[in-house]
C-alpha cells in the first residue's frame, strides 16, 4: 500500500489541503467518505438555516422602507394642502368728487360789501342789510334777509366751507318806484359779489336780462339769463314775483 493510501496521510491531506484529502478520502476508505457526506450535509443545513431568517430580516427591512416612504409621501402631501381658488374683484376707483362751486365769500362779507356798495351810491332808499335768519339744512344752510314787504333775498350757502353757492331775490313790486327799488338792490348784489364789475358791465347785464323797463305792467313775460366772467345772471318772471339770481358758472 502506497503512503499515500493510508488514513493518516488522508487525515493529514484534509487539514493540509482539503480537495486532495477529500479525494484521497472518497477512493481509498469508505467509512472515511460516509463521514465526509455526513459533515458536508450538515454544512449545508447548518448554511441554509443561517440563511433563511436573514431573509426574513432583508423583507421585513424592505417593507419596513416602504411603509415608511409612504408615511412620508403621505405627510408630505399633508404638508402641502391644495389652496383655494379665490377670485380677486378688481377694484374700481369712483371718480373725484367735483369741486363745490362758490362765490369765495361768506354771507357776512357779502353784507359788508352790499352795505358799503350801497354808501357810495349815496342812496336816499336805505337800502343795507343788518343781520341774517339762518336756516340750517341737511346739505346746505340757507341766509335770509327781508329788505321791505316787497322785497326778500335768500342766500344758499355751502355746509362745509360757509361761502355762498347762489344768491336769489324775491320781489314783487306794485309801482315803478318800488321796481326801480328792487332793480338797485339787484345791482348792489352784483356788485357785492363781484366787486370788478363796473356801470358798463351791469349796464349789459340788465339789457341781456331785458331788465329795461321801469313799470312793472311792461313785463309780461321774462326768462332771460346772462353770462359775465364767472357769473351767471338769471331774471324770471311769474304770477307777478320776479326772481333774480346769480350763482356761479
Not at 356788485?191 to 349796464?203: S, V
Request: glycine content about 4%.
Amino acid at each position: 500500500m502506497k503512503w499515500y493510501q493510508k488514513t493518516w496521510a488522508a487525515w493529514f491531506l484534509l487539514i493540509l489541503f482539503w480537495p486532495v484529502g477529500v479525494y484521497l478520502t472518497c477512493k481509498y476508505h469508505p467509512t472515511g467518505r460516509k463521514f465526509l457526506a455526513g459533515f458536508f450535509a450538515l454544512m449545508i443545513i447548518g448554511v441554509a438555516l443561517s440563511d433563511k431568517p436573514n431573509n426574513k430580516g432583508s423583507t421585513s427591512s424592505s417593507t419596513s422602507s416602504v411603509i415608511q416612504s409612504t408615511k412620508n409621501e403621505s405627510i408630505e402631501v399633508k404638508s402641502e394642502p391644495a389652496k383655494p381658488l379665490v377670485h380677486e374683484t378688481p377694484k374700481i376707483e369712483s371718480p373725484a368728487p367735483e369741486p363745490v362751486k362758490t362765490f369765495g365769500i361768506t354771507p357776512y362779507e357779502f353784507a359788508d360789501r352790499f352795505n358799503q356798495c350801497s354808501q357810495e351810491l349815496n342812496s336816499s332808499l336805505g337800502i343795507y342789510i343788518d343781520d341774517f335768519t339762518f336756516e340750517s339744512g341737511p346739505v346746505n344752510d340757507v341766509a335770509r334777509y327781508k329788505f321791505n314787504d316787497y322785497t326778500e333775498s335768500v342766500i344758499t350757502i355751502d355746509k362745509n366751507t360757509d361761502r355762498i353757492k347762489n344768491f336769489v331775490m324775491l320781489t314783487s313790486p306794485s309801482n315803478p318806484d318800488a321796481l326801480i327799488n328792487s332793480l338797485i338792490t339787484y345791482a348792489l348784489a352784483m356788485t357785492a359779489i363781484n366787486p370788478d364789475l363796473d356801470n358798463d358791465q351791469r349796464g349789459n347785464i340788465f339789457k341781456n336780462l331785458d331788465l329795461v323797463y321801469s313799470s312793472p305792467s311792461a313785463y309780461t313775460n321774462l326768462k332771460r339769463t346772462a353770462v359775465n366772467g364767472n357769473s351767471r345772471y338769471m331774471a324770471t318772471l311769474s304770477n307777478g314775483v320776479f326772481m333774480f339770481g346769480i350763482e356761479p358758472k
